[in-house]
């Protein structure tokens, strides 16, 4: 295994499950000090379990749809490291899958304050340490779902990534931050610890979901879903010094489907 990320700190949030998981397992055994964010508790068994294993890992449980919990974070990374070379923002994804007339106002509000904010809040508040070390390497994960069905405020708040991503890339270039994103396509994954809908589906919304699932499915040039591991190779190169001379690009991973 390389050590691509030995002597850096990386934050990684929405870390409990999922693609969040995936990055913090496969950069803690690339020798990167972790931060590991969630708002679920299950964050502190994967730092528990990284620990066991000999990793340089903190959790810290906070609510990063808000301002206060993001600045929570990054002083509680710099706090205990000292720095924070890497940020993963990983927190987002979609609560319902219907057509955009089906939405309630406070749907809509709830799918951005979750998509977006999480990702302007910890650009933010991680943003004065980077510039204070004259370097560091921002990932955001947005989505291809900026091109498709069924979930019109998450493309939104995923184009709002998108844009926030580039804008910081052409601000602080010459500051020595990277900032890069990766759009997935639909990714195959365990059942969610934390669902992010709990409520019971009609038959009406089985269907709906089903038909965002077959558009996803059908443009992607492969036809299939990715894996956990494709998303994370992609994560993990951009916010490497493989990625050095990359910046402010919004990389598909979604199997040919460009978003």
């Known amino acids: 295994m390389s050590a691509r990320f030995s002597n850096k700190v990386m934050v990684i949030t929405g870390a409990a499950q999922g693609i969040g998981r995936r990055v913090a397992e496969r950069a803690a055994a690339e020798g990167a000090s972790l931060v590991l964010a969630d708002l679920a508790e299950y964050v502190h068994d994967l730092a528990a379990e990284l620990q066991r294993q000999g990793r340089e ?3 810290v449980q906070t609510d990063l749809e808000t301002w206060e919990g993001a600045e929570t974070l990054m002083n509680q990374a710099h706090a205990r490291f000292g720095r924070i070379d890497i940020l993963i ?3 987002g994804g979609t609560i319902w899958a219907q057509p955009y007339e089906h939405y309630r106002p406070e749907q809509i509000q709830k799918e951005i304050q979750r998509s977006l ?3 302007l809040w910890c ?3 991680a943003l004065p340490y980077m510039l204070a070390q004259q370097g560091g390497a921002i990932v955001n994960v947005s989505s291809v779902a900026t091109r498709g069905v069924m979930r019109v405020p998450y493309g939104a708040a995923k184009g709002g990534v998108n844009a ?12 020595g931050i990277r900032v890069n994103a990766t759009a997935p396509g639909g990714t195959e994954a365990p059942p969610r610890l934390t669902p992010r809908n709990t409520d019971p589906q009609s038959e009406q919304e089985r269907l709906w979901y089903q038909t965002l699932v077959d558009q996803t499915r059908a443009t992607s040039l492969m036809h299939r879903y990715g894996t956990l591991d494709e998303q994370a190779s992609a994560i993990l190169f951009l916010a490497s010094d493989d990625a050095s001379y990359i910046t402010g690009t919004i990389l598909p991973v979604a199997g040919g489907d460009l978003g």
């Open 57 to 59: 890992v903190i959790a």
């Open 89 to 91: 923002n990983n927190v």
């Open 117 to 119: 904010f999480p990702t």
């Open 123 to 125: 650009c933010r508040a």
């Open 164 to 175: 926030l991503t580039v804008n910081l890339a052409y601000e602080y270039a010459e500051q």
